[in-house]
């Protein structure tokens, strides 16, 4: 979904009223007193939230708004009336959360910054959509949606700075839209967010942008950036979820993770995404207890310059089975880097040993430090354990063998290249390598093996059509 549909989305909302519907509007020199016109606006959204009915739309005009509590959308919309919650057109709408570092909590006074709630928090409401809003200076999250009471959620080019938790977080909720947002200084773990003598916990909760236990959602084309953790991290129990075209960068972490807890985690798919100057480009771990991740489907990404490897399989927690996995038409180039704590990296790091049913095909693997692809059994053992778990790698495209000795790294445990069979060896030329335009001039065409894959790749390595094709 790109920046003109949601433009048009925008434009539908408005042409949802009814005769009856109304547009409020809240301004820093209203008065709450007023009648919330663009004349006389009202002072806070809190009012304006009172006041919305199904198929009104409240529309902040430019300014920045200090926010003493919470903000909790009063009521929902129906399904063919939504309530629209917008920045004016064409202005800049900010509401701060630095004053707030308590709140009521089952009629206690609790931290904030103990919480996982957020300046804007939507729950137990559905059929709202927010737009052209910026949130920043959070002691605890961002925009945080949380359910199970809470369904047909959309935030369209909204923005979250600097937040202690979560940018923005989806909990248990149904139905969810995050599209064209940005998230900056998510994760921030420093001493403003404890009190004098707490015990400050080792880092900040969450991710950037968190996926909690939710179902059938959208995140696309987000920019996470220059946070603290993490990037978009799809966890728990979450299913039937598509997480495309986004771009994350500049983080100390995974860019995208999937993260099984308290259950099965499964039918997640990642497709045309970007990542670069991060750890990992993207992990799969399955870390609760009790829990289980199958059927998670990775395709036409672009990884590139990853301090760590451009696809991990992780031991973190528990380290449990993960199942009928799918990557193919990727782009990892120059993952890895020398002397790393992790121990040897490179392209596709198979660090856990408990998987099975997992199917890697047509991915460009470039550039790879210490491998393109290598896994933590023996030389001797590798090729039996692969067929005994159905672990299938074929019709890739390997830049070459690097022959390189490994060291340990993470868990006391070595990773070993091995590139198995019906595989190809050689690389692209790019159309401008130096600015990082992956698009291939001229590449190997693919050596198919006869295999009917259960999800049908391009007809070309990598991520992104070749010029040729």
């Not at 959602?217 to 997480?243: M, P, Q």
């Not at 390189?404 to 990773?415: A, C, E, H, K, L």
């Amino acid at each position: 979904m790109n920046t003109k549909l949601i433009s048009i989305l925008f434009c539908f909302a408005i042409l949802q009223f009814t005769s009856n519907a109304k547009e409020y509007f809240v301004g820093t020199n209203g008065n709450d007193n007023q009648n919330g016109t663009k004349n006389s606006p009202f002072k806070t959204i809190f009012k304006a939230s009172e006041m919305a009915q199904p198929g009104d739309t409240v529309t902040i005009l430019g300014g920045e708004f200090h926010l003493e509590k919470q903000f909790r959308p009063v009521r929902s919309g129906t399904s063919d009336k939504w309530i629209l919650y917008r920045g004016a057109p064409g202005q800049k709408v900010v509401f701060d959360g630095g004053l707030i570092k308590k709140v009521v909590q089952n009629h206690d006074s609790v931290q904030f910054s103990r919480l996982t709630a957020g300046l804007f928090q939507i729950e137990k409401v559905n059929y709202l959509r927010f737009g052209n809003i910026e949130v920043r200076n959070s002691d605890a999250g961002g925009f945080i949606v949380r359910g199970p009471e809470c369904k047909k959620i959309e935030l369209l080019n909204c923005k979250s700075n600097h937040s202690h938790n979560s940018g923005i977080g989806l909990w248990y909720c149904d139905s969810v839209l995050v599209s064209n947002c940005e998230i900056t200084g998510a994760n921030d773990n420093d001493d403003q967010y404890y009190l004098p003598g707490q015990r400050k916990g080792g880092e900040a909760p969450h991710e950037a942008l968190s996926i909690c236990g939710a179902r059938f959602f959208e995140v696309a084309n987000n920019h996470v950036h220059h946070c603290f953790k993490e990037g978009i991290d799809c966890k728990e129990v979450s299913r039937h979820g598509i997480i495309h075209n986004n771009l994350v960068h500049d983080l100390p972490r995974q860019a995208y993770y999937t993260d099984a807890w308290f259950g099965l985690l499964e039918d997640v798919e990642f497709h045309s995404n970007t990542a670069y100057n991060c750890m990992w480009g993207f992990a799969i771990s399955v870390e609760g207890k009790g829990s289980e991740l199958r059927n998670v489907r990775f395709h036409h990404n672009l990884i590139y310059n990853m301090t760590g490897s451009g696809v991990l399989f992780g031991m973190w927690g528990d380290n449990l089975l993960r199942s009928d996995i799918h990557i193919y038409n990727n782009t990892f180039y120059h993952c890895g880097s020398p002397n790393l704590w992790c121990g040897g990296v490179g392209s596709i790091d198979i660090l856990s040993k408990n998987f099975r049913d997992v199917f890697i095909y047509r991915n460009i693997c470039d550039k790879g430090w210490d491998y393109e692809m290598g896994f933590t059994f023996t030389s001797e053992e590798v090729e039996k354990a692969l067929n005994e778990r159905n672990f299938v790698a074929a019709e890739n495209l390997f830049e070459s063998a690097k022959n390189r000795p490994s060291r340990p790294g993470q868990f006391d445990v070595m990773v070993c290249e091995y590139l198995p069979p019906n595989n190809q060896m050689g690389a692209p030329l790019y159309r401008n390598e130096p600015e990082f335009d992956f698009v291939p001039e001229k590449i190997p065409e693919v050596k198919q093996t006869g295999r009917k894959w259960k999800y049908e790749p391009s007809p070309w390595f990598g991520a992104l059509k070749p010029v040729e094709q």
